[in-house]
DNA sequence: TTCATAGTTCATTGTATAATGAACTAAGTA
DNA sequence: TACTTAGTTCATTATACAATGAACTATGAA
């Protein structure tokens, strides 16, 4: 097969409406049971069945079962990063209709991908990461400098343990809200965490958003001159 | 229409067989005709018409009019970018197959095209001009900056002069080898000349093509670091 | 002029594949 | 045990939309 094939062959496979809705519903990186999903798209659980094999075949699902339930999720954070950025690709007065609706206020200002902080936020931190030379972005990818690899442990996170993964150590993910890049990767997933972890951001229930404490706030102005 | 109908919206549009194949033709930024492209997905003309309007009408292209034909390329880089990001999810990719190029023969390397210079070199340099910021590209027009006239004046070229002439001053212009753009107008004619009777190129006899000199290449280089 | 080529539009046909119903396995439950 | 729920498989049906032919515009060339 040639490789523009191999490409409609993704294509293809993302292409489909209810297929489409299903993996938007597995972005937040979390697992759903077939019924779930059928639910979700709207279609019969035969039909998702059908759906889900295809997707899993072509390895952007894993299954995992557990008792009589077979929970699906996306095969790893490349996969959600594909789909965000292809919603970048919605045109701009589409995407001006969405984001000016109240309820996806909170999802557009900051919300996780997958396993990082997106959003207006999300990409906001990353800039002044690099404003702070923190990190550097070099092609498709960020470096951190001797002076972030300090201001990272001040986190506790340690750049030398996160280099040693398997996965990809930090990254660029283009945003679909804002149509810029942020954070990514094992060290996209350790910040997450620590904001979590020390409550720094809130995630909210059964969304993408999450919303900044105050302490976090403080946090972020001390330690990036935020806001 | 909620954002995951959208993104299914695009999805689509990027899973249909012949527009996937299309796109990824479009990949090496170069502009191609209706025609060609309906070689390439291997369909009618209709249908490429047909698949040619949506990818146009939701932005993911753009067209120019050029004499009877068409020119159709993406509409900016985010396109490439998540066009390239999606094939990364190819499982158990052999994506090291390299994309071959047709060899460019003189003809195509650099020729004139009327009375300006053409091919890969035409396009070469013109970028270069871009990279230089001697001149700026704006919408289908050249700008030249305070930094170019200096520029052009250590050649003897008289910006001021060129732009009271009548015919247009610096426009783009599509190449048909490089489907991409380079400089025409007074200002390309200029260069063309100047280039040529200072030796840095001579004109094959009976042929628009033109062979580059070693002072040629030697200033090309000094000048917009070229080679 | 007239002809050829590039490209589009529209109505019709064709086809790939999604959706569905029925029948099935497998796990949990009363 | 029988019964319910989760999920799948398979054969059949339905349908969205891609492909096509015919007719059209527009540019360029003889």
């Given at each position: 097969?040639?490789i523009?094939?191999?490409?409609?062959?993704i294509a293809?496979?993302?292409?489909?409406?209810?297929?489409?809705?299903?993996?938007?519903?597995?972005?937040?990186?979390?697992?759903?049971?077939?019924?779930?999903?059928?639910?979700?798209?709207?279609?019969?659980?035969?039909s998702?069945?059908n759906h889900?094999?295809?997707?899993?075949?072509?390895?952007?699902?894993?299954v995992e079962?557990?008792?009589?339930?077979?929970?699906?999720?996306?095969a790893?954070?490349?996969?959600?990063?594909?789909?965000?950025?292809?919603a970048?690709?919605?045109?701009?007065?589409?995407?001006?209709?969405?984001i000016?609706?109240?309820?996806?206020?909170?999802?557009?200002?900051?919300?996780?991908?997958?396993?990082?902080?997106?959003?207006?936020?999300?990409?906001?931190?990353?800039?002044?990461?690099?404003?702070?030379?923190?990190?550097?972005?070099?092609?498709?990818?960020?470096?951190?400098?001797?002076?972030?690899?300090?201001?990272?442990?001040?986190?506790?996170?340690?750049?030398?343990?996160?280099?040693?993964k398997?996965?990809s150590?930090?990254?660029?993910?283009?945003?679909?809200?804002?149509?810029?890049?942020?954070?990514?990767?094992?060290?996209?997933?350790?910040?997450?965490?620590?904001?979590?972890c020390?409550?720094?951001?809130r995630?909210?229930?059964?969304?993408?958003?999450?919303?900044?404490?105050?302490?976090?706030?403080?946090?972020?102005?001390?330690?990036?001159?935020?806001?």
């Amino acid at each position: 097969m040639e490789i523009e094939n191999k490409f409609g062959y993704i294509a293809t496979l993302l292409g489909d409406k209810a297929r489409a809705i299903m993996l938007w519903s597995l972005l937040d990186g979390k697992a759903y049971t077939a019924t779930e999903l059928s639910i979700c798209a709207n279609i019969s659980r035969q039909s998702t069945s059908n759906h889900l094999a295809k997707l899993l075949e072509a390895q952007l699902l894993i299954v995992e079962k557990q008792g009589r339930h077979r929970y699906y999720r996306l095969a790893n954070a490349r996969v959600a990063q594909v789909i965000e950025s292809m919603a970048s690709l919605i045109p701009d007065a589409q995407i001006k209709s969405i984001i000016t609706k109240p309820k996806s206020q909170s999802i557009t200002y900051a919300r996780t991908c997958y396993d990082h902080l997106a959003g207006e936020l999300g990409v906001k931190i990353t800039d002044a990461l690099v404003k702070q030379k923190i990190i550097e972005p070099i092609y498709n990818k960020y470096i951190v400098s001797a002076l972030g690899v300090k201001w990272f442990s001040n986190l506790d996170i340690n750049i030398d343990e996160l280099k040693l993964k398997k996965r990809s150590f930090a990254h660029k993910c283009l945003d679909w809200t804002e149509r810029r890049h942020h954070l990514a990767g094992s060290l996209g997933t350790a910040l997450l965490e620590y904001m979590i972890c020390n409550d720094w951001i809130r995630k909210k229930k059964n969304s993408r958003a999450v919303l900044v404490t105050s302490l976090g706030t403080k946090e972020l102005n001390d330690r990036l001159k935020l806001f």
